[in-house]
């Protein structure tokens, strides 16, 4: 018998977040269910997103829910989903009718007017397709080609687009499906095609080399070219490239060593470029003064690199970022980076 996809129901469950807590302060949270009834398996087959069932691609999505007094869930919403865009909250959300538990927990206590956090992990009937939300960019597209995608008719402050594409064997992109433009105009779901043959995934080498067939989300913030706009500040870099431990003993400061001093921390001011390099970096005062640990710092930045393509999805084409260098004498240099 061919077996049926299965939908795996973890009934460890977690609290609600800070803004369910507050917003259900007066109901108790359960955490120790006992299921008189869950969906069936021809009841999950039947939920499972078409679009995601087609293109074998694994999800996830949690509900938070109230619990009357029969155990049954209602006034359910959909708290997380992941990948976005494939339907897989909706589907979770069709299938909360299907669940009823116990009317008082194991230890004792009453379900209804109770709030409960429930997840739920799709897999389909075929080997799944290794599904990325994040990968390394050989190459994106710059701001002004993203700039000149924005459908100027719709007078918004920033257009959004979300879809999904096959990572080819050169890392170019290709059958992609769109998930989401915003605002919704035929025009603008056209600017997916010409931009996704813009991007270029770094596939890496070795056993961390991505999987051939791999798809990846893709999301692109697009701000209104007519409209004036902060610059673009990146507080959460994935770094690509740092300098190796011989370039950091090559610019370690002399004045440090003869002092004794093995260490240093400078603050770094730069531009990201549209590779993701720094330039225009400057360096703030170091914990260690007149060491020489500023000079140090901006000797390094050239061998250092971020992720091209950045939250909320944008290129990095004169994005601002801050962040804490720390140079040791023998192992290679720590970045952190500042928001404030």
Not at 308 to 325: E, H, K, M, Q
């Amino acid at each position: 018998m061919r077996p049926w996809p299965l939908v795996l129901l973890a009934l460890a469950l977690a609290g609600p977040s800070a803004a369910e807590e507050e917003a259900t302060a007066a109901k108790p949270t359960i955490t120790k269910p006992e299921w008189l009834r869950i969906p069936s398996g021809r009841t999950m087959t039947a939920g499972i997103p078409k679009l995601a069932k087609s293109r074998a691609i694994q999800g996830a999505a949690t509900l938070f829910c109230s619990v009357n007094g029969q155990g049954r869930l209602e006034n359910c919403t959909i708290a997380t989903e992941d990948p976005p865009g494939f339907g897989f909250g909706s589907a979770a959300l069709g299938m909360a009718s299907e669940f009823q538990m116990k009317p008082t927990t194991a230890d004792g206590k009453k379900v209804e007017g109770g709030t409960i956090k429930q997840p739920f992990v799709f897999f389909t009937d075929r080997p799944p397709v290794p599904y990325l939300s994040a990968v390394a960019w050989a190459a994106t597209p710059t701001a002004a080609q993203i700039a000149a995608a924005f459908p100027t008719e719709s007078g918004a402050d920033h257009a959004t687009l979300r879809f999904d594409c096959e990572v080819q064997g050169s890392g170019a992109l290709s059958d992609c499906l769109t998930l989401l433009a915003d605002p919704q105009s035929p025009q603008f779901q056209k600017s997916v095609d010409p931009l996704s043959r813009l991007f270029r995934v770094d596939l890496g080498a070795g056993e961390k080399r991505l999987p051939a067939g791999a798809r990846v989300s893709l999301s692109i913030d697009i701000p209104n070219p007519a409209k004036p706009q902060p610059p673009l500040r990146v507080t959460a870099p994935v770094w690509l490239s740092f300098p190796a431990p011989q370039v950091v003993q090559a610019a370690f400061p002399a004045k440090a060593r003869e002092a004794r001093v093995a260490s240093g921390r400078v603050m770094l001011d730069c531009k990201a470029d549209h590779e993701g390099r720094l330039v225009d970096c400057s360096a703030g005062e170091p914990d260690s003064a007149g060491l020489g640990f500023a000079e140090a710092a901006l000797k390094v930045v050239d061998n250092m690199r971020i992720n091209p393509w950045v939250a909320p999805g944008r290129p990095t084409d004169g994005a601002i970022i801050r962040f804490a260098l720390r140079m040791e004498d023998a192992p290679a240099p720590t970045a952190e980076t500042r928001t404030n």
